[in-house]
């Protein structure tokens, strides 16, 4: 996943991912494969209009001047990417695709415009997309979110439910992620069921997904935004709905619907007549119920459902004790005169920001008002310059009298553009397509290139992003896809396999912050120790995908470790060499190579510690030039600067990253190991395969190093290690 370029540059945690999937490129590029290892900017988005605002310098030029940071950076760790594909998403050559794909969408009927309940920060000045708001406030800012009525852009996602649910039993992605997204697209099968409003033709609809507890219904809610809300209210009632409706609308959908708020409502005066027993139910208004979700109106089941026996409490409405049966809920729909429905907690993406730095959304209006496609001919829209970029509530383009005159050119007197700029997580939602062909200037890519590169069969990142712009990127791709735009061989997901690291925390165990003072800067430590100990360290930490603290002291061992390997050469280049492979190497290379493909690299880095302590490479009066030579390839995906300075000083000159990945010969293994049971407090937790020749404290180290074993020891203190050869590894902790 391509970085947000923020002022503060890198810390340690960032190059986690990045040196996981260089290793990665690097030990497939020595099997053979070609390797598309890119890397970019998400330039776009509200940090860096922050940043501007902060310190008076334009985003344009503040977030060019962050990416030549980012950049050296990254390139002092030696991180192989292919720098020919940069790419920036706040480039005009980039956003004019950005833009592009807005028009595919609205042409395709996926864009549209409407006035709706939105999510408002007013620290940000700002509208949200449901995803960004945590909690009941801004991801970003974290202030309250309140609701307003505005006139919006939006993304129809919700086309797309099925499908983004159903496809990710397709992909190799961590099950919590998996878990994540379906929760929040949120498919439930129900019933909805009309109740008739007493003395009216009218009825009121709602869903259910427990017809089968019909008997039971003592009430029916309304949302407050519900149409018939007006209609329902006697002029007994009139004053408290109105004083109430009043209060739910400062309230977000998050706040109304907690399981921990107080449950609050309204009585409208009215009733419905239950559709099995012919019962009058009183029709109530409150805010737990959204507008937005099924039809907006539910049947209460006090004794089946919390939130209605909470309510029924704290109004004294009656509870109906049943016993109910779920295989009469088809029957009790259909006798009930209702239908089978499938609903989805997934709404809409709302991709419409009142900001000024952001992709401009390419569409002008008429004097009339009536909103039109910019033409395809006059992208990029490029977004002005003669800005106050300040904050207003309303997008700042709106000040711009060379926007305006533009529209007036293009278009005619009293056209204007659209003023409000896309959402950054659109810009971000397609970077990977333009990875394949980014020098393209006639197309966001080729099909041909596309076909050839996709789908991405690695992606790196933080679990952070399971829902926003994971599921924004599939869906952009899904949509793509059936515009004819991406060739359907490469299948309907864009990553084929995720992964995520975990966080590394600070020395203090808080997640590393400015405000803290907890921030690790890795120019500091490739400084005082070199960018190889640096990725080693990190690599060893503990499992990739676990969060861990920073220990500068730690990172003296990795350099410790680099240090024995360049003696080891330095110290034995001169020997006569016997070339007979020793058995310890071949199950160093199958133990390291397994470890890659699995993201096992502490593992991976504790194998090669342990070939190296066993010092079986070396004979009286010779040595095994051949075992050092495979262990120096093994080396390489993870320290390419020393690996590489090694094999020319072994008299070879070629480029590490060209020669073949060594091989292994399984017979030789099977003599040359052992399995060893790790038991935690005498438990059996964990099996590990040693070399037989292990030394006590490489076999103490592996054992403690394991994924599973990790996580017995997270945050307890070893009070006993003991080591019985070749059997077992006992842990006691307190």
């Known amino acids: 996943m391509f970085p947000y370029p923020s002022a503060q540059g890198l810390h340690v945690g960032h190059p986690e991912g990045y040196t996981a999937t260089d290793i990665v490129s690097r030990y497939q590029r020595m099997h053979g494969m070609e390797v598309l290892h890119p890397m970019g900017w998400d330039a776009f988005g509200l940090p860096a209009e922050n940043y501007a605002i902060k310190t008076g310098v334009h985003p344009d030029v503040s977030t060019h001047e962050n990416i030549k940071t980012f950049k050296r ?58 995803e960004q708001v945590v909690d009941g406030k801004c991801e970003r800012s974290q202030d309250p979110v ?103 609308g400062t309230k977000n959908d998050l706040e109304r619907t ?18 099995l027993t012919g019962k009058e139910i009183p029709i109530w208004i409150a805010d737990y119920v959204l507008a937005t979700y099924g039809t907006g109106a539910v049947m209460a089941v006090p004794a089946h459902d919390e939130r209605d026996k909470e309510f029924a409490a704290i109004y004294h409405l009656p509870v109906i ?83 305006k005159a533009l529209a007036e050119k293009l278009y005619g007197t009293g056209w204007h553009f659209e003023v409000d700029t896309m959402d950054t997580f659109v810009c971000s939602s397609w970077y990977y397509l333009r990875y394949c062909d980014p020098h393209n200037d006639k197309q966001f890519a080729a099909p041909e290139t596309l076909a050839h590169w996709l789908p991405v069969d690695l992606y790196v990142g933080g679990a952070e992003h399971a829902v926003l712009h994971l599921l924004y990127a599939r869906f952009f791709h899904k949509a793509l896809q059936d515009f004819g735009f991406i060739p359907t061989s490469v299948g309907r997901e864009p990553f084929q396999a995720l992964r995520n690291q975990g966080m590394i925390l600070g020395e203090d165990n808080q997640k590393m912050s400015k405000s803290r003072g907890n921030v690790i800067n890795p120019d500091d430590i490739v400084n005082q120790y070199g960018a190889d100990t640096l990725r080693l360290y990190e690599m060893f930490m503990g499992p990739f995908a676990d969060g861990k603290p920073w220990n500068t002291k730690s990172i003296e061992g990795m350099s410790r470790f680099l ?21 310890l ?3 160093t290379v199958k133990k390291v190579s397994e470890d890659i493909v699995h993201f096992h690299f502490n593992t991976a880095i504790s194998t090669m510690m342990t070939f190296l302590n066993a010092k079986d490479f070396l004979g009286e009066n010779n040595w095994d030039k051949s075992a050092i030579e495979k262990f120096i390839l093994l080396l390489h995906p993870f320290a390419p600067f020393t690996t590489q300075d090694l094999w020319k000083e072994l008299g070879h000159d070629t480029e590490l990253d060209h020669e073949v990945w060594p091989s292994f010969d399984a ?4 003599s040359d190991t052992v399995n060893l049971a790790i038991q935690v407090n005498g438990k059996l937790r964990d099996t590990i395969i040693v070399a037989t020749n292990s030394s ?9 190093n394991t994924d599973k074993i990790k996580k017995y020891l997270a945050g307890k203190q070893i009070v006993k290690l003991i080591y019985v050869p070749n059997k077992l590894v006992s842990i006691v902790v307190k």
């Open 563 to 583: 240090n024995r390997v360049k003696k080891v050469i330095q110290d034995n280049k001169a020997l006569p060499t016997n070339n007979e492979s020793s058995n």
């Open 696 to 704: 006590e404290v490489d076999v103490k180290q592996l054992a403690q």
């Open 667 to 670: 017979n030789k293994i099977i």
């Open 321 to 403: 004790d049943l016993p109910v049966n779920e295989a009469d809920k088809w029957a009790l729909t259909e006798q009930a005169g209702g239908t089978r429905k499938t609903n989805y907690k997934l709404r809409d993406w709302l991709i419409s920001r009142q900001r000024y730095w952001g992709a401009p959304i390419p569409i002008v209006y008429d004097p009339e008002g009536k909103p039109h496609p910019v033409k395809i001919e006059h992208l990029p829209l490029v977004l002005p310059t003669d800005v106050d970029y300040l904050p207003k509530g309303t997008s700042p383009i709106g000040t711009s009298a060379s926007y």
């Open 258 to 275: 907690s399981l921990n708020k107080e449950k609050t409502g309204v009585f409208t005066g009215s009733y419905v007549v239950h559709p």
């Open 73 to 130: 950076q990254i390139q002092s760790l030696g991180l192989s990417y292919d720098w020919e594909r940069e790419i920036d998403t706040s480039s005009p050559e980039y956003y004019k695709w950005t833009q592009w794909m807005f028009l595919q969408m609205y042409e395709h009927g996926l864009a549209y415009r409407k006035k709706a309940r939105v999510n408002w920060c007013n620290g940000c000045q700002t509208v949200l997309a449901n």
């Open 146 to 248: 309140i609701q307003k009525d505005l006139a919006q852009w939006f993304f129809k996602t919700t086309n797309y439910a099925e499908q983004l649910l159903n496809d990710l039993e397709t992909i190799d992605w961590p099950e919590p992620i998996k878990l994540m997204q379906k929760n929040w697209i949120g498919k439930s099968e129900g019933a909805e069921i009309e109740f008739r409003i007493k003395n009216e033709e009218l009825g009121i609809k709602v869903y259910t997904t427990r017809p089968d507890t019909l008997y039971g219904v003592t009430y029916v809610v309304l949302a407050p935004e519900h149409s018939l809300v007006n209609t329902l209210t006697t002029s007994d009632n009139k004053k408290l709905v109105e004083d109430y409706l009043k209060i739910t």
């Open 585 to 587: 190497i071949h199950f």
